[in-house]
C-alpha cells in the first residue's frame, strides 16, 4: 500500500470493536486494523487507543476522517453526547480532538446514518428514496432515509428505535432490551430459561448456536419483538425496504427473515409491506461516515 494514497481514513467505533479503514480518493479500500474496544481504562484510555489506531493509517496526504459512534450524537458539533456501552462520559467533544491532532476535518455522527448512507449508495438502493436500517448488536440502533436524505430530526437525534417502547406492562420495555445482545441474559430470565446469568460471552453465542429447545424460545423471543418493532416502523415510515444487519441479527435472526415478513406484512395497510434486506458490508460504516463528512465540508 502507497502510504501518499491514502485520502481518508473511516472508523467505525462499537461496544466490541474499532474498525478503521483507509481510503484513496475514489474510495477504494486500500488497508485496514481493528481492534478490541477497551472499554476498562477509562476515557483516556479509549481516546488512547483510538489514536492510536488512527495513527496507524494517517499521513499528510489524509483529506479528512469520517467517525462514527454509537450512542447519542451532535453530529453538528461533533459531540458524543452518551454512549452507553463506551467509557466516554457525557459531551465528549470527538471531532475537536482529532481535528487538533490530526489538522484535518473530521465529522462525527452515529454509526447507522453512516451504513445506512454508505449502503444507499450501492447501484441496487441508489433509486430508492426512503429507507430504513436497523442494526442488532450490542444495542439496537436505527436510521431512516426521507425522500432521499436522512433524517436527523430537530436535534439531530432521530433514530434511535431501540427506545421504542412495545412491552410497557413487562420487566423489559423497549425494544433494544428484548432483542440486543446487552440484554439476552435479562431476556433468557424472563423466559426462565435454565442458569440465564450465564448466558454471555462465548458461552451464550454456543448456546444460541444450538439447536436445544432453550436456544430455539430464545430466537423465537427475539424475532417477535423484533417483527413488532419493524411494524411500528412500518407503519410511521412507509418505507421502500429495510436494512438489516448488526452482529446478532446476522449471525441468529438472519434466517428467521421469512418469520419477520409475515409479522410486517400481518400489520401492514394492504400493499405496503417492505423489502427485507440483510446488509453484510464490513466497510459499510467507515465508507459511510467518510461519504458524511463529504457532504457536511464546506
Known amino acids: 500500500m502507497k502510504q501518499n494514497s491514502i485520502k481518508y481514513i473511516g472508523v467505525d467505533v462499537g461496544g466490541t470493536k474499532i474498525l478503521v479503514q483507509a481510503f484513496d480518493e475514489k474510495l477504494k479500500l486500500l488497508g485496514e486494523t481493528i481492534a478490541k474496544t477497551d472499554v ?165 453465542a454456543k448456546r444460541l448456536d444450538a439447536k436445544d429447545n432453550n436456544a430455539l424460545l430464545l430466537k423465537k423471543s427475539l424475532t417477535e419483538s423484533l417483527g413488532i418493532g419493524l411494524s411500528n416502523l412500518n407503519l410511521i415510515f412507509n418505507p421502500e425496504a429495510i436494512l438489516l444487519g448488526g452482529s446478532v441479527y446476522l449471525k441468529f435472526l438472519a434466517d428467521r427473515a421469512p418469520t419477520l415478513k409475515r409479522a410486517i406484512a400481518k400489520h401492514s395497510l394492504s400493499g405496503t409491506s417492505p423489502k427485507l434486506v440483510d446488509s453484510h458490508g464490513p466497510n459499510s460504516i467507515p465508507k459511510g461516515a467518510i461519504l458524511l463528512l463529504q457532504q457536511k465540508r464546506p
Open 40 to 204: 476498562h481504562h477509562g476515557k483516556a484510555g479509549f481516546l488512547k487507543q483510538l489514536t492510536r489506531l488512527i495513527d496507524g493509517h494517517f499521513t499528510k496526504t489524509v483529506r479528512g476522517i469520517g467517525v462514527a459512534v454509537p450512542g447519542i450524537v451532535d453530529y453538528r458539533k461533533g459531540i458524543l453526547v452518551k454512549a452507553p456501552h463506551l467509557p466516554t462520559g457525557k459531551n465528549l467533544a470527538l471531532k475537536t480532538l482529532l481535528e487538533k491532532r490530526y489538522k484535518t476535518p473530521v465529522h462525527v455522527d452515529h454509526d447507522i446514518n453512516a451504513f445506512l448512507a454508505a449502503e444507499a449508495s450501492k447501484p441496487h438502493l441508489k433509486k430508492r428514496k426512503n429507507l430504513l436500517a436497523v442494526m442488532v448488536g450490542t444495542g439496537l440502533g436505527g436510521a431512516a432515509l426521507v425522500d432521499g436524505k436522512l433524517f436527523y430530526g430537530k436535534s439531530g437525534f432521530a433514530g434511535e428505535f431501540g427506545h421504542m417502547v412495545i412491552d410497557e406492562e413487562g420487566a423489559l420495555k423497549t425494544l433494544e432490551q428484548k432483542t440486543s445482545g446487552h440484554f439476552l441474559p435479562q431476556i433468557a430470565k424472563s423466559l426462565k430459561l435454565p442458569h440465564p446469568a450465564r448466558w454471555h460471552g462465548d458461552f451464550f
